[in-house]
Each structure stands twice: as C-alpha cells, then as structure tokens.
C-alpha cells in the first residue's frame, strides 16, 4: 500500500484476549514475566498450546526462581474471562500439562557473551496515518476487540463471552486514509440473544453490538456506505479453545502492523529480551517512530538482520517510500549514530529486563501506551543532526 496512488482499499485485523491464540500468548508472557520479576536474567522461550479442555505449557527456562505454572495458567484463564463452563472452557476445571525444560548451553555460551540469542530479520514500522504513528486499520481493529472486553466485562453487553475478532477495511486515495469501507465483528456470545430458530442472534443484538462497540471506536471515518458484518454465520455460541486451538506466537501480524510491511517471521510472546525476535522489532519500532516523530520521514520501514552469538547487526536497511527529507543510506548513519544496536544495547535502551510483557500479548505490541518502545525522545535529537 505505501506509495500507491489513486483509490484502493487495505484491510487489517485482529483478535481479542479469549481468541485461543491470544490465550496462549498471554500464558507464555505470564511465565516469562513471572521469571522476570524475581531473576531479570532469566532466559525463556516459552509456549502454549489449548485446547478443548487442555493447556500444554513447554520450552526452555533457565532461571534461579521457580514459577507455579499450573497456578499462573489459572490466573491467566480467570482474568481473561474463561469462569464458567458455558463459554466452552473453564479456568477452574480444565487440565494443564507443564513440560517446560533447560535452554540448551549450545546457546548459552553464546549469548552470555553478549550476541544475539538467534539469527533472523526484524521489521519496525511507523508512518504518520493516526496519533499513534501507526497503520489506521490495525489500530481500529484493535480498540474494537478492546472494546468488546470492555463492553463485556462492564456488564453493558451481558451476553459477550471472551473470545472475539475485528476487521476494518479503510479506503485510500493518493495513500491517505478516506473513510471506513467496512467492518467486521465476530464476538461470541451466550444462546441468550439467538432468535426463535436458535441459529442466529436477533436483529436488536446485531443493532446493540454496532451501537456499544463499533459506534464509539470508528467515529467520523464512518458514513452512510460503510458496510457492517456482525457474526455473519449467523451465530457465535462455541468459541475459544473449545472450538479451535490456539499456539503461542500464531498472530504475528496482529502483533504488529496488520500486514502493512513484511514480517521477519519470528514471534514474540513467550521469549526474553535475549532473542532478537523480540526486541529486536522493539527497537526497530523505536527508531522508526522517532524518525517519523522527528519530521524526517511520513512513513518509514526498517529491517535489521543479526546472527547468533554476534553482538552487531548483520545489515541494517531504512525505506521511507520516498516521503523521505533525507537520503535512506543518510538514515542508516543517524540510525548507527544515535541507536546501540547490540542486543545488550536494545536491552539497557529500552530496559526490557522488567516483567512488562503480559500487558504487550493482547491488542497490539506497537501503537500503545506506557512502553519504553514507543517514546519519541531520540526525536530532538535527529532533527537537531539533520
């Protein structure tokens, strides 16, 4: 979509807390922030998988704390939403197999010496669409998916149970966000609101569901031809791990920027600051946002590239779509100049040795409040070498 001039439309999604994928991420998170918080150099790469009934937590820890899985997969389960069996899975009741093991030392010594924890590609991304500096149609499609819990979990829509999707297609002209095209709703819900033949919701639900959830995220980008699809089969009874199964890292692209720019392929959740997967893209993001911040760029996409156990970038690629002030191959010397790329450096930089994970696993990795990440505070500073 960058660059691309005339009219088109590009659509992205995502997911809520209770979509099993999410559950998984955030159980991964919570073992990951749970080590963190009582050994900051703890080495996770934790994942889950749930299904009916099940939750299977594995990978490779080393740490000097001990973590009560079991414990903290409940907790998890409870504070999503999962408290009675008639979402089709129960917190209280549902079984857990931990089979979490040591990270192995082949790794070790190459990490402890200050190199990157794996090989890979990370992308960071930020443009100048919304406030947040982020693709419009990722950020709608997660406020409603927050808006849904929110909705839910206030009592204004009783009937909402904890799993739920978005999808909001924003339609261009000249690569500028005109209006809303469509949405897309899917959230589950108790027989509560099905209609005489038990197979679909009423047209009030239908109406209420547009009203306090849709209505109060979308504001002005709506008009008259805006299409609405809420719960399009008709009914949304049987959801979250009972319906489908979840893994941890299966939402990549809803963590990060709705599929905008390219992804390197690695997930997130789970996997301590060590592995580049992660905060990698963290600082990829980082630099983008103050570049677009600091009045350099509308739109700018990084790639970075790192081996394991080598400490400095193997590449290091700037493109701003030619909205650009200045050269690429001069951002790629600011970038150098003012960002320590090593993943010691990404780590002192944007502190990622706290338990501040959980809170990143649900609604978006990018584009939110209260993350190290997402400061503009290089910004000044560009500008002023520019």
């Known amino acids: ?162 799993d739920c999707k978005s999808q909001v297609t924003i339609e261009y002209e000249d690569d500028k966000p005109q209006r809303i095209d469509a949405i897309v709703l899917a959230c589950q819900h108790t027989e509560d609101i099905l209609d005489k033949t038990g197979k679909r919701i009423t047209d009030k639900a239908r109406r209420d569901i547009i009203q306090k959830v849709a209505d109060p995220i979308v504001g002005a980008m709506v008009d008259k031809k805006t299409k609405f699809f809420v719960n399009e089969t008709g009914k949304f009874v049987v959801g979250g791990p009972q319906s489908d199964t979840g893994v941890t890292g299966r939402k990549i692209i809803v963590d990060t920027y709705g599929g905008v720019v390219p992804h390197g392929g690695g997930a997130f959740s789970g996997k301590d600051p060590t592995k580049v997967d992660r905060s990698a893209a963290y600082m990829s993001r980082y630099i983008t946002k103050n570049i677009v911040a600091a009045g350099l760029a509308q739109k700018c996409l990084i790639q970075l590239s790192y081996a394991i156990g080598h400490s400095q970038p193997v590449s290091l690629m700037v493109d701003t779509y030619g909205t650009g002030k200045v050269s690429e191959q001069r951002l790629v010397e600011l970038v150098r100049k003012h960002f320590d790329l090593s993943p010691k450096g990404i780590i002192d930089t944007l502190d990622l040795r706290k338990p501040v994970y959980l809170e990143t696993a649900a609604y978006g990795h990018f584009g939110r409040r209260g993350f190290a990440w997402e400061k503009t505070d290089r910004a000044a500073a560009l500008k002023r070498d520019v």
């Open 1 to 162: 979509m960058n660059g691309v001039k005339g009219r088109y439309l590009f659509t992205s999604e995502s997911v809520g807390n209770g979509h099993p994928d999410k559950v998984c991420d955030q159980i991964s998170d919570s073992v990951l922030d749970a080590v963190l918080k009582e050994d900051p150099r703890g080495r996770v790469a934790c994942e889950t998988f749930c299904s009916m009934g099940l939750v299977i937590v594995g990978g490779e820890i080393t740490t000097t704390t001990y973590v009560d899985v079991h414990k903290l997969v409940r907790h998890v389960l409870l504070e999503i939403g999962y408290n009675h069996p008639k979402y089709g899975f129960d917190a209280n009741t549902c079984s857990i197999l931990n089979a979490i093991n040591k990270q192995s030392p082949d790794i070790a010594q190459g990490v402890d010496s200050g190199g990157a924890g794996d090989q890979g590609i990370m992308f960071g991304y930020a443009c100048n669409e919304t406030p947040e500096l982020m693709p419009m149609a990722i950020m709608l499609a997660h406020r409603l998916v927050e808006r849904v819990e929110e909705v839910r979990k206030k009592g204004i829509l009783e009937y909402l149970g904890p």
